[in-house]
C-alpha cells in the first residue's frame, strides 16, 4: 500500500521543481513509497507518479499477481508478457495518461538500454530524480531513530565479538563468516558485504578480496553493519594484532581527532562541507591531506548510503533528523591504512553519536 505521507510530499517536491512524471523502479524507494520490492530482472517494471497526483504501474506478467497484492486495487497495472514488447505497455500508459512532452525524473533504478527504449517511442525532457527521492526521507523521525539507534548497537556488539575471534593464522575471509555468523545469530540480515582489510589491503578504503592471511604485526580495518527493521547501521575500528608501531599510533591519534572534531562540529544550521572541514583539515594540517581519500560522510536510513553526502562543495544546512556516518581515514598505498566510522544524528542542538565501542587503540595479543 501507497505511504501517504511521503507521496503527499513527493508531490509537493515535484511540483517545486518543476516535474510531471516520476518514474521509480525496482528500489529501496519503491519499498519506501509502497512497500512493493521486487526482485531485480532484465523485465522492466516501474511505478510511474503524476505530481497531478495520479500513478500506475507498468509489470511483467510473472510480477503481476505480486504487485498487484502490494500495491492495492487503487493502482491501474499496465502488464506485459514475455511474448510481448514491453514498449506496447509503454505506449498504453501515454494514451491514457499523456505523457509525451512532460518533464519526466527517473530513478537510479531505471536501467540506461530501458531509458533509451523508452525516449524513442516516448518523447519528453527526462531528468536525475534521485536528488528529490532522497529528500523524502532525509530527516528521520523518533521511530526511525530508535531503529537506527538498535542498528548501531548490534554492530556495537559484533564488532566486538569479532576483535575477540581474531588470531594470526585464520584469513581474512574467516572473519568475513564470523561477522555473518553473528549478525544471523541476532536476528538481522547484513547492511552490505563486511570489509576485513588486513595488512597492506588495508590501504584500500573499499578493499572487496578476503583470502589473506592474518599475521603477527598486522592492522586490520573492519567494515560492517546491519538492518534492523529495515534501516542500517555502519561502523568501522581499525585493530593491531599483537603490537603497533609508534607511526601507526601516530596516524591513528591523527585520525580518531579528526573523527571527533567532525562528530563535534556537527550541529544543526551547519552545512554538510564544514564537517568535512572540521575532519580534513586536521589531516591536512599534519601532512596527510593527499591521504585522506574519501569524503568523511555519507548519509544513512534504509539504505546505506543516502543524502546528506558530508563532502566539500556540499553546502546542505544539517537539520533535526539527518544521519550520517562520520568517517575520516588515512591511507597509505601498499603499506596500511586507517579508518575510524560511527554514526550520528543530529539532534536539536548537537549530534548524537549512535555507536558505543569504544575508539582506544585495540591491540590484539
Known amino acids: 500500500m501507497l505511504n501517504q505521507r511521503y507521496i503527499n510530499k513527493l508531490r509537493e517536491l515535484m511540483v517545486k521543481n518543476n516535474i510531471d512524471v516520476m518514474i521509480i523502479g525496482p528500489s529501496v524507494d519503491l519499498n519506501f513509497l509502497t512497500g512493493f520490492n521486487p526482485h531485480i530482472c532484465e523485465r522492466f517494471q ?8 495520479e500513478y500506475f504501474h507498468i509489470s511483467p506478467q510473472l510480477y503481476f499477481e505480486e504487485a498487484e497484492s502490494h500495491l492495492g486495487s487503487d493502482t491501474e497495472i499496465f502488464m506485459w ?16 495518461y499523456h505523457l509525451e512532452g512532460k518533464i519526466i525524473a527517473i530513478n537510479n533504478a531505471i536501467r540506461g538500454i ?7 517511442i516516448l518523447p519528453a525532457k527526462y531528468v536525475n530524480g534521485h ?16 531503529k537506527l539507534r538498535k542498528a548501531a548497537q548490534i554492530a556495537d556488539e559484533v564488532i566486538n565479538e569479532t576483535i575477540n575471534f581474531i588470531c594470526p593464522g585464520i584469513t581474512e575471509r574467516d572473519i568475513k563468516k564470523k561477522i555473518e555468523e ?18 597492506p589491503n588495508s590501504s584500500m578504503p573499499h578493499y572487496c578480496d578476503d583470502a589473506r592471511v592474518i599475521q603477527q604485526k598486522d592492522i586490520i580495518i573492519l567494515d560492517l553493519g546491519c538492518q534492523y527493521q529495515g534501516y542500517c547501521s555502519d561502523l568501522s575500528r581499525t585493530v593491531f594484532v599483537g603490537e603497533i608501531t609508534e607511526e601507526q599510533r601516530k596516524i591513528y591519534d591523527i585520525v580518531l ?5 567532525a562528530e563535534k562540529s556537527a550541529q544543526p544550521g551547519i552545512t554538510a562541507e564544514e564537517v568535512d572541514k572540521a575532519a580534513r583539515d586536521i589531516i591536512e594540517r599534519e601532512g596527510y591531506g593527499q591521504y585522506f581519500l574519501n569524503r568523511t560522510g555519507h548519509g544513512i536510513g534504509i539504505s546505506v548510503h543516502e543524502a546528506p553526502y558530508i563532502k566539500p562543495g556540499n553546502k546542505q544546512l544539517l537539520e533535526r533528523g539527518m544521519a550520517f ?27 548524537d553519536i549512535l555507536n558505543n565501542l569504544s575508539k582506544e587503540i585495540m591491540v590484539i595479543k
Open 325 to 351: 556516518s562520520v568517517e575520516p581515514g588515512i591511507y597509505l598505498k601498499n603499506r596500511f591504512g586507517i579508518r575510524i566510522e560511527d554514526i550520528v544524528i543530529i539532534g536539536d542542538e548537537s549530534a
Open 81 to 96: 508478457k514475455d511474448s510481448e514488447n514491453i514498449l506496447d505497455a509503454i505506449k498504453a500508459a501515454n494514451y491514457k
Open 257 to 261: 581527532r579528526a573523527n571527533q572534531a
Open 131 to 146: 536528488d528529490i527521492l532522497e529528500c523524502l526521507r532525509i530527516k528521520k523521525d523518533s521511530a526511525e531513530v530508535e
Open 114 to 120: 530501458d531509458l533509451i527504449d523508452i525516449t524513442e
Open 46 to 53: 516501474a511505478f510511474f507518479f503524476l505530481s497531478n497526483g
Open 182 to 199: 553473528l549478525f544471523t545469530q541476532k536476528g538481522v540480515n547484513l547492511a552490505f558485504n563486511p570489509i576485513v582489510a588486513s595488512g
